[in-house]
Nanobody, 115 residues
Framework: QVQLVEFGGGVVQPGGVLRLSCAAS????????MAWYRQAPGKQRELVAI???????NYANSVKGRFTISRDNAKNTVSLQMKSMKVEETAVYYC?????????WGRGIQVTVSS
């Protein structure tokens, strides 16, 4: 089962930019669909963005046009570029990897949007 570690969280001002990265412990090329989820306090975990093995992307409606998910198969990483961030997007962000036989989660990383 692949191990995932998230990087890049922290505090950002409303309207600001933050980039999250996720490093996988093994090759994700050709095997894993990758995604970012988030969970705000008192709320359920929700899908933010997903990128398929072939590079097809989909986003939650609330982040379309502001967030960009990308993957670097050579480096076994997936990133989430977040722009025009909102206070309500304060949450723990999780990296997720899925293949036919398994699903893996990172431990999560805190993102706080606050002035």
């Amino acid at each position: 089962q692949v191990q995932l570690v998230e990087f890049g969280g922290g505090v950002v001002q409303p309207g600001g930019v933050l980039r999250l990265s996720c490093a996988a412990s093994e090759s994700i090329f050709g095997n894993y669909t990758m995604a970012w989820y988030r969970q705000a306090p008192g709320k359920q975990r929700e899908l933010v963005a997903i990128i398929s093995i072939g590079g097809t992307v989909n986003y939650a409606n609330s982040v379309k046009g502001r967030f960009t998910i990308s993957r670097d198969n050579a480096k076994n990483t997936v990133s989430l570029q977040m722009k025009s961030m909102k206070v309500e997007e304060t949450a723990v962000y999780y990296c997720y990897a899925e293949e036919i036989a398994s699903r893996s989660w990172g431990r999560g990383i805190q993102v706080t949007v606050s002035s």
